[in-house]
Nanobody
């Protein structure tokens, strides 16, 4: 089992920056990758970014690449999502998730690819 706790959400003005964190506990040593997803009001949850444990490979939703950065701190078992140049349409609940297993070259980007989820943290961008 892996437990995930997000933090760092809040209210920010358009154009500003915000970082959210995801602290993992439990059987984290068996994780293959950790991803971020988001769900805006009235919309489905969608992929944001993923970082692969074995080689720190990162992959982003094409619409977010360049503004969002995913990173990790091994010592703290924590993954971060730094969001720059925020827009009102970035307003959403941000969720982190863990994929436990994988294979060389695999990049999990679908909700169904993930085994464990956090409770989410609200990010609100005002115009």
């Amino acid at each position: 089992q892996v437990q995930l706790v997000e933090s760092g959400g809040g209210l920010v003005q358009a154009g500003g920056s915000l970082s959210v964190s995801c602290a993992a506990s439990g059987r984290t040593f068996s994780s293959y990758a950790m991803g971020w997803f988001r769900q805006a009001p009235g919309k489905d949850r969608g992929f944001v970014a993923v970082i692969r444990w074995s080689d720190n490979y990162t992959y982003y939703a094409s619409s977010l690449k360049g503004r969002f950065t995913i990173s990790r701190d091994n010592a703290k078992n924590t993954v971060y999502l730094k969001m720059n140049s925020l827009k009102p349409e970035d307003t959403a609940i941000y969720y982190c998730a863990v994929r436990s297993t994988g294979y060389p070259g695999y990049i999990p980007i679908s909700e169904d690819d993930y085994d464990y989820w956090g409770q989410g943290t609200q990010v609100t961008v005002s115009s």
